[in-house]
Nanobody, 124 residues
Framework: QVQLVESGGGLVQAGGSLRLSCAAS????????VGWFRQAPGKERECVAA????????YYTNSVKGRFTISRDNAKNTVVLQMNNLKPEDTAVYYC?????????????????WGQGTQVTVSS
């Protein structure tokens, strides 16, 4: 069993930065692919970024490429989403998720464990 806890959300002005962290419990976390998803009011949950178990493979949705960076430290059981040049359309609840698959999966169905989410609000 893996438990995920997100932190780092908040209110920021457009153009600002936030750093989201996902802290995981469980010995097997280092073998899991991890994704960051977001869900805005009235919209479906979407994969923003994902990373493979060893960090060698990453995925970014088009709207965040060049602005967001996903990374992981398996020794510390943490995954970080660095978000720069934030835009009002980035406003959403952000969720960390872990998959039994070691790959950088992008679909909700691929993920087995979810955090409680952290709110990110970007003002214009």
């Amino acid at each position: 069993q893996v438990q995920l806890v997100e932190s780092g959300g908040g209110l920021v002005q457009a153009g600002g930065s936030l750093r989201l962290s996902c802290a995981a419990s469980g010995r097997t976390f280092s073998s899991y692919g991890v994704g960051w998803f977001r869900q805005a009011p009235g919209k479906e949950r979407e994969c923003v970024a994902a990373i493979s178990w060893n960090g060698h493979s990453t995925y970014y949705t088009n709207s965040v490429k060049g602005r967001f960076t996903i990374s992981r430290d398996n020794a510390k059981n943490t995954v970080v989403l660095q978000m720069n040049n934030l835009k009002p359309e980035d406003t959403a609840v952000y969720y960390c998720a872990a998959s039994h698959s070691p790959e950088a999966s992008t679909t909700l169905a691929a993920y087995n464990y979810w955090g409680q989410g952290t709110q990110v609000t970007v003002s214009s």
